[in-house]
């Protein structure tokens, strides 16, 4: 079965996206615990006990086990989504709406992380994917009243359905899979045996879309479905 050309190259995105992540949240908790060496990033409570969170910038477990896609690009760098959220995203939406200011945003990410195809492609599909599954599951949570939006839903809210009842699980629990298809994807770009100045440099156009037309551009094909889908709904 899995010397079949399908499973080999998918095996092959499963197994390099994880090494691409592992090694993001290497330098980060090197870069979170020189913080707190220096004795930065401590919060005093007013009950005297010391809270040593101050400066966290991660939170792996939200990108490993994902409830969607937003929560993986608010987890994954908290300090760079903060400054564009407030500087980036909410002045655009005031002007361009809701999507045109999703673009902006992560056209301006890919400028902050040094523009090339390879940055470009993934990030803005990473943006349209996310708003593509926000709008989805917002519509899906209005026609079934349960609690399946891309972010969990308060104590409070007035959902009939929490996410405790079964079937509300596992449809949460599919989106947590679709997510984590579209990362393999996507991360099939940042590993590999290329040559290590090629991709610190970043890949060409033609490099890139070789890469994703070796997987059929599934995960593509798969968002243009659910946006089809939103659609109709």
């Known amino acids: 079965l899995?010397?079949?050309?399908?499973w080999n190259k998918w095996l092959a995105a499963y197994s390099t996206a994880p090494s691409f992540r592992y090694s993001h949240y290497y330098v980060v908790l090197i870069s979170e615990s020189s913080t707190l060496l220096v004795g930065l990033g401590f919060v005093?409570?007013?009950?005297?006990?010391?809270?040593?969170?101050?400066?966290?910038?991660?939170?792996?477990?939200?990108?490993e086990i994902p409830r969607s896609l937003g929560s993986v690009v608010t987890s994954w760098n908290l300090p760079m989504h903060h400054f564009l959220k407030n500087y980036v995203f909410k002045p655009s939406r005031l002007h361009v709406g809701r999507f045109g200011a999703v673009l902006i945003t992560y056209i301006a990410s890919a400028m902050l992380h040094g523009l090339n195809f390879q940055l470009a492609a993934v990030l803005l599909s990473i943006g349209i994917y996310a708003y593509i599954e926000s709008v989805l599951r917002y519509k899906l949570s209005k026609h079934l009243n349960a609690c399946i939006m891309d972010?969990?839903?308060?104590?409070?809210?007035?959902?009939?359905?929490?996410?405790?009842?079964?079937?509300?699980?596992?449809?949460?629990?599919?989106?947590?899979?679709?997510?984590?298809?579209?990362?393999?994807?996507?991360?099939?770009?940042?590993?590999?045996?290329?040559d290590d100045a090629?991709?610190?440099?970043?890949?060409?156009?033609?490099?890139?879309?070789?890469?994703?037309?070796?997987?059929?551009?599934?995960?593509?094909?798969?968002?243009?479905?659910t946006w089809i889908i939103t659609f109709i709904l």
């Open 198 to 225: 090629i991709m610190e440099e970043g890949y060409s156009m033609m490099h890139t879309l070789k890469k994703w037309r070796n997987l059929d551009f599934l995960s593509h094909w798969i968002a243009l479905g």
């Open 151 to 194: 972010r969990s839903c308060s104590s409070s809210c007035q959902h009939k359905y929490k996410e405790t009842v079964p079937w509300v699980a596992v449809i949460n629990f599919f989106f947590t899979l679709l997510v984590m298809f579209h990362l393999a994807y996507l991360g099939v770009m940042f590993g590999g045996s290329e």
């Open 2 to 6: 899995f010397e079949e050309p399908l």
């Open 44 to 63: 005093m409570k007013s009950s005297g006990d010391i809270n040593w969170n101050g400066y966290r910038t991660i939170h792996p477990s939200n990108i």
